[in-house]
């Protein structure tokens, strides 16, 4: 992850931050260059504290209801005669210091809404997303590519992402089938696109974007091919099966071995042979000779 500060529009200081690119499988397939006028904010704390507020004071339901003395069943007739008892005058059995009675300032069904500005509200989304940002949490997805809803497939694109924690998908409403795969991953959160929210953002430890939901004018770059060094070419032979050795005949052994010994044999017998002959011719010429002389 790099960054870059520049200014905005406003003069306000942002910075371009830099995330990876992945596919639904996980592989890194290049980066992106987020826009800073979303993704390059100063945090604001105050202001995410009075958003995040208003946002959940507006989750409450406020359906909380208590019966008043006058809502309580019973109490209309007076317990007892005015004087001559001893006892402090009462009025009814259903007042509030009476158990069974009524709830004195009691809540009653009310809304818990707080009025946020629409600026404030859109500057803290920005904040958030810068603080995840700047934390290196932010994750782009090219698109989701799962042939049919499977909680594996949604499993290994988290480990080979890298994603640990509570995890934030913003997806589109197109994406049925990645909402359906990460549907039973208890850290997992789902969010359309056009409902995040600041609170959504602040509550998880990783934020998975798609090229589709990401806001702003993103750069994208993809990544260049791997190179095959020579290391990982002795890997692959190394895990690769090993080739069988082909079958070696004899008869050609044979035949190299058994040409060549009868060319040395014969060839020597032949020589000793011919010295044989010469030998003989010469001692009978030598017996001729000395035939003649002694005649």
């Excluded at 009691?106 to 603080?131: E, F, I, N």
């Excluded at 934030?168 to 997992?188: C, G, K, Q, T, Y």
Aim: aromatic share 4%.
């Amino acid at each position: 992850m790099s960054t870059v500060t520049e200014r905005d529009r406003g003069g306000v200081e942002t910075r371009a931050v830099t995330v990876e690119r992945r596919s639904s499988s996980g592989e890194l397939v290049g980066t992106v260059e987020l826009d800073g006028a979303f993704f390059g904010h100063p945090v604001n704390v105050p202001l995410l504290h009075q958003v995040v507020t208003a946002q959940l004071a507006a989750r409450r339901s406020g359906t909380q209801s208590t019966r008043t003395r006058a809502e309580v069943r019973g109490g209309s007739a007076k317990p007892y005669r005015q004087k001559g008892t001893g006892n402090a005058r009462q009025g009814s059995i259903r007042a509030p210091h009476y158990s069974g009675g009524g709830i004195a300032l009691g809540p009653k069904p009310r809304s818990y809404a707080q009025r946020t500005p629409r600026k404030m509200v859109q500057q803290a989304l920005r904040c958030a997303l810068s603080d995840r940002a700047g934390a290196g949490k932010v994750l782009v997805v090219d698109r989701w590519a799962f042939e049919a809803p499977k909680t594996k497939d949604a499993v290994r694109f988290l480990s080979a992402a890298g994603c640990s924690g509570t995890v934030l998908l913003v997806l589109s409403r197109s994406d049925e089938i990645a909402a359906r795969s990460f549907a039973n991953l208890p850290h997992v959160m789902s969010v359309p696109g056009d409902q995040l929210s600041a609170y959504d953002v602040l509550v998880a430890d990783h934020v998975v974007f798609t090229d589709e939901t990401l806001p702003g004018e993103a750069v994208r770059t993809d990544a260049p091919p791997a190179k095959v060094t020579a290391a990982k070419v002795t890997a692959a032979k190394a895990t690769s099966p090993a080739k069988k050795a082909p079958a070696v005949t004899t008869a050609p052994a044979a035949e190299e071995t058994t040409a060549p010994a009868a060319e040395e044999t014969t060839a020597p017998a032949a020589e000793e042979t011919t010295a044989a002959e010469a030998a003989d011719a010469t001692g009978e010429d030598s017996v001729a000779a000395t035939d003649e002389e002694s005649k």
